[in-house]
């Protein structure tokens, strides 16, 4: 039915979501506006009323969505967001900084009080996972509020421990990385938010709170730690997580589609009086939130691809060990730099390369967006140009991960400038910010509607790998004896990198006949050649 046939279009706000100037459209009944499809992810069975109802669908909704929010208020969002998961990725770090309190405190060992930093980490890379189709369920609002003060209720039992308490820290932190949600949800934004032809650039700002986050932690703890006590270094974790979580509530709505399409549908009948029209989740009953069937296949899958798959296992184990890298040297950079005599603030703000390098390789990622953008549009058909392309500019930097590990070994030594094992670090830097983007883009592209369970794979080893290699820091550096102790150890660090970096290539040159063999990919692929533009 042509629109002219339909009447006025009538606008309205979304109630609570909307600022001065924004449109929404109230979408009265019509054959083109309205569908009986359930939509993606919500396969169940719907009675015979429920078929008679009106959906709101995203087509004939798009008004409705957060993809037409004002280019500002989505900067916005993002900046906050920003700040979210600069908060949950502090709170993996800042502890580090009372362990040495928390030892004297406590009258237990170094690697009892590092158990509290592992298992954070390792309890965080299965939060990540449980929260993520949560997310998908009952909106990202929700979801990070309730995460985020989780969060912060889980930094009282540690900050006020008992003179007997070290269980109720190892506890608090446990239930903290679990209740974390972390990137699965602040990436699901970014797809909310921006169509993806779009989502690059708001992709790359993310990716570096994520990894930034980890390095603020050290760069003022060494203060924290020298003039307050350890308790402090968890109460500024909960300063700040109240902050984040005052400001994500005042200032993000909510922007995942099929709520904001119910809360709009609810609208309508209402207060427009149009009736016989809902949204795309309201035929669910309780029972199916509490025990739907796709949230258990949505919950394993990550964990599927990633064993099952060879690109996520090489690329999320490459991007793993970079990151699990960084929260190692968290634990020896004091061995390194008490070489020079460094003090424990001096050796925290060692740290500031590793920042540095963060923000010039998201500078540089810039334009190897556009390079990749213009390639894909002038060469439309060809598989390479649309999927490993995106792995180019990782051919360059990943090599950075092992220079950058060789350069800090055979530098750690006082017969060396101290500046020469920061230069390594500011390759290290460069690498772990470049791998986690760049691995993050492939997936997205290469595995379309099963890309969040494949960056979640990644997501996991980041999470897994960083809190089983800061558990085995200590033990890993005290196994090596003698005067090259340590740059024996950086240097096996080092040749590990060197294989993953070589699995790199492997799949940048075999990628396409890797994808023909995946199930996951080809569902994608079939699409492809039926000529949809899914890999803008």
Not at 412 to 432: D, E, L, Q
């Amino acid at each position: 039915m042509p629109p002219s046939q339909l009447g006025p279009t009538i606008t309205s706000p979304l109630p609570e979501e909307v600022t001065p100037g924004e449109k929404m459209a109230a979408i009265p009944s019509g054959e083109n506006l309205i569908s009986t499809v359930t939509p993606p992810g919500h396969e169940e069975q719907r009675t015979l009323e429920d078929e008679d109802r009106g959906i709101l669908t995203e087509q004939g909704c798009s008004h409705v969505l957060a993809h037409n929010f004002p280019t500002g208020k989505k900067w916005m969002i993002l900046t906050v967001i920003f700040l979210v998961q600069t908060s949950m990725n502090f709170n993996t770090s800042l502890y580090a900084n009372g362990q040495a309190g928390i030892a004297k405190a406590f009258n237990v060992s170094h690697q009892t009080t590092v158990t509290g930093a592992a298992i954070f980490l390792l309890t965080y890379a299965f939060g990540c996972e449980l929260w993520a189709p949560w997310s998908e369920e009952l909106g990202r609002k929700l979801v990070l509020q309730c995460s985020l003060l989780l969060v912060n209720l889980c930094c009282l039992p540690v900050a006020l421990a008992s003179p007997n308490g070290i269980a109720s820290i190892l506890v608090g932190r446990a239930f903290g990385g679990l209740f974390s949600a972390g990137g699965s949800v602040t990436l699901g934004m970014v797809a909310d938010l921006f169509p993806a032809e779009e989502q690059e650039y708001p992709l790359a700002f993310i990716v570096l709170s994520s990894v930034g986050g980890s390095i603020v932690g050290p760069i003022i703890g060494g203060y924290v730690e020298t003039y307050l006590a350890w308790q402090w270094t968890i109460w500024i974790q909960l300063i700040f997580g109240v902050c984040v979580q005052l400001l994500h509530l005042f200032l993000v709505p909510e922007t995942r589609s099929t709520v904001r399409l119910d809360a709009h549908a609810k609208y309508l009948r209402k207060h427009m009086n149009v009736h016989d029209v809902y949204g795309p989740t309201e035929h669910k009953t309780w029972r199916q939130y509490v025990m739907p069937r796709e949230v258990l296949t949505i919950w394993l899958r990550p964990f599927r691809m990633f064993i099952t798959e060879p690109i996520v296992l090489v690329l999320s184990a490459l991007s793993g060990f970079s990151d699990a890298l960084i929260f190692m040297q968290i634990q020896s950079f004091r061995r390194v730099f008490e070489l020079w005599d460094f003090s424990i603030i001096e050796t925290g703000l060692a740290f500031i390369p590793i920042g540095l390098a963060y923000i010039l390789a998201y500078l540089f990622f810039i334009p190897v967006i556009r390079r990749n953008r213009k390639l894909r549009r002038q060469r439309p058909d060809c598989e390479r140009a649309q999927y490993e392309s995106r792995l180019w500019w990782l051919l360059y930097t990943a090599p950075c991960l092992p220079i950058g590990l060789l350069i800090f070994a055979w530098t750690s030594t006082p017969s060396v400038h101290w500046i020469a094992p920061m230069i390594g670090c500011v390759f290290i830097g460069v690498a772990n910010y470049t791998i986690y983007m760049a691995t993050i883009d492939y997936m997205v592209a290469a595995y379309g509607p099963y890309s969040a369970s494949a960056t979640g794979g990644n997501g996991f080893a980041r999470d897994f790998l960083a809190g089983v290699l800061t558990w085995f820091a200590n033990p890993y550096y005290n196994a090596f004896r003698g005067p090259v102790a340590l740059q024996t150890a950086n240097t096996v660090l080092a040749c590990i990198g060197v294989v993953l970096v070589i699995a790199t290539f492997i799949i940048y040159v075999y990628g396409p006949s890797m994808r023909k063999r995946s199930p996951f990919a080809q569902s994608i692929l079939k699409t492809f050649s039926q000529g949809m533009a899914i890999v803008p």
